[in-house]
């Protein structure tokens, strides 16, 4: 069982506003991600970190930005959301000291955009 | 690159039988697979893994098989019971790639 958390789990907002999505791991792990996932769809990742001052983007394309100034902390702003956004975050984070290198996922956060 | 593809976005059985979710995937060099189980509501939750080195892998009421040959993967799930209603996404990586790309997911739902 991973110890990953994200907060809020549910946010709605208007267009315009500035968000920040919170992800903590108490697991020491060097690597964090950050995916996107529309219901039922497939994940997307959007950030990945594989240690502290260290950020880059992932494979969709995304308005967000992230920070990682302490291993445990990796979080998400959005400066200007918009209903684009509308979607679910996921937070996850691996140990690239284990053989498998294995992510494991908060409960995500759903946001809302009106 | 690589592209992950599952062969069923829906999966129905009985509670009690066995259920197979299959997965393919497109990159020969991938070496590191694995499946995740997603609850309404909830992140995705690891099931099992398997590496390139291996074609089986067993855990509790599951059952993971590679087939390199033809790129293909299975989850397997034995006397499924109604906790198992979920969605299932597969994922792989590739040495060197250190990102996972993630399947569409199956949905899995358990009938009484």
């Known amino acids: 069982e991973a110890d990953i958390y994200q907060t809020p789990r549910y946010l709605v907002i208007g267009t315009g506003k500035k968000i920040t999505l919170e992800c903590s791991q108490t697991?020491?792990?060097?690597?964090m991600y950050w995916y996107q996932q529309d219901p039922g769809m497939e994940l997307h990742l959007i950030h990945y970190?594989?240690?502290?001052?260290?950020?880059e983007k992932g494979d969709l394309s995304s308005e967000s930005t992230v920070s990682r100034i302490r291993t445990e902390h990796f979080p998400l702003t959005l400066e200007s959301a918009r209903p684009s956004h509308t979607s679910q975050y996921l937070c996850?984070?691996?140990?690239?000291?284990?053989?498998?290198?294995?992510?494991?996922f908060g409960p995500g956060t759903r946001l809302t955009v009106l | 690159g690589e592209s992950v593809g599952l062969h069923l976005p829906t999966l129905s059985v009985q509670e009690g039988d066995n259920s197979i979710i299959n997965c393919a995937y497109s990159?020969?060099?991938?070496?590191?697979f694995i499946w995740y189980k997603q609850e309404s509501g909830k992140g995705p939750q690891f099931i099992i893994d398997?590496?390139?080195?291996?074609d089986k892998r067993q855990g509790q009421r599951v059952t993971v098989l590679l087939n390199k040959t033809v790129k293909h993967l299975s989850l397997q799930i034995a006397a499924t019971q109604p906790g198992d209603s979920a969605v299932y996404f597969c994922?792989?990586?590739?040495?060197?790639?250190?990102?996972?790309?993630f399947g569409q997911g199956t949905r899995l739902t358990i009938n009484p």
């Open positions: 996850a984070s691996s140990d690239p000291q284990r053989p498998t290198d294995t992510q494991y």
């Open positions: 697991m020491g792990h060097d690597k």
């Open positions: 970190s594989y240690g502290v001052n260290s950020t």
């Open positions: 990159n020969s060099a991938s070496d590191y």
């Open positions: 398997i590496r390139s080195n291996m």
């Open positions: 994922a792989v990586s590739f040495q060197g790639a250190q990102k996972l790309v």
